[in-house]
């Protein structure tokens, strides 16, 4: 009985195909939900070399090429957008609005809409722009000259 004990040996390593496969599952599923997590309205901005704006409770009033309004994710008239920032106010006193317009939107319809944030007594307003990119800002420069 002696001599059958001694012939035994344990297994001592570890099978690691059981977590290579849990793994490249929580891959693929991360891979599959990461680009849902967060989806906005799709609008090219224009650029911008400095950013003054640090992250705190803010609205954001995005324009779209066809110059309608949002408030946030829902489309809201020029009229009521007033109001609603008026109600935000009152809520919170320091409230910050994020303005986010296309480029291709008329610079009259952006005064218009800042105009109404102003009309909403709120004071801290920031415009939302893409990062400057070098090969853009040399061409916009050839251009000009």
Same mark, same amino acid.
């Given at each position: 009985?002696?001599?059958?004990?001694?012939?035994?040996?344990?297994?001592?390593?570890?099978? /690691?195909? @059981?977590?290579? *496969?849990? $793994?490249?599952?929580?891959?693929?599923?991360?891979? /599959?939900?990461? @680009?849902?997590?967060?989806?906005? &309205?799709?609008?090219t901005l224009p650029t911008s070399s400095s950013?003054?704006? =640090?992250?705190?409770?803010? &609205?954001? $009033?995005?324009?779209? @090429?066809?110059?309608?309004?949002?408030?946030?994710?829902?489309?809201?008239?020029?009229?009521?957008?007033? =109001?609603? &920032?008026?109600?935000?106010?009152?809520?919170?006193?320091?409230?910050?609005?994020? &303005?986010?317009? *296309?480029?291709?939107?008329?610079?009259?319809? /952006? $005064?218009?809409?800042? *105009?109404?944030?102003?009309?909403?007594?709120?004071?801290?307003?920031?415009?939302? =722009?893409? @990062?400057?990119?070098?090969?853009?800002?040399?061409?916009?420069?050839?251009?000009?000259?």
């Amino acid at each position: 009985m002696t001599s059958e004990s001694g012939n035994r040996r344990f297994l001592s390593e570890i099978n /690691v195909i @059981p977590l290579v *496969d849990v $793994v490249l599952v929580l891959l693929v599923i991360f891979m /599959v939900t990461a @680009p849902m997590l967060h989806r906005g &309205l799709d609008i090219t901005l224009p650029t911008s070399s400095s950013n003054t704006i =640090t992250a705190e409770e803010r &609205l954001v $009033v995005t324009i779209k @090429p066809d110059q309608t309004l949002f408030l946030g994710n829902d489309a809201i008239s020029p009229i009521d957008l007033e =109001t609603k &920032l008026r109600d935000a106010k009152t809520a919170n006193p320091l409230v910050s609005v994020y &303005l986010r317009a *296309d480029r291709t939107v008329p610079y009259g319809t /952006v $005064v218009l809409v800042m *105009d109404a944030i102003k009309g909403a007594k709120i004071d801290r307003l920031g415009m939302v =722009t893409g @990062p400057k990119m070098e090969q853009m800002t040399n061409q916009n420069i050839s251009d000009a000259s």
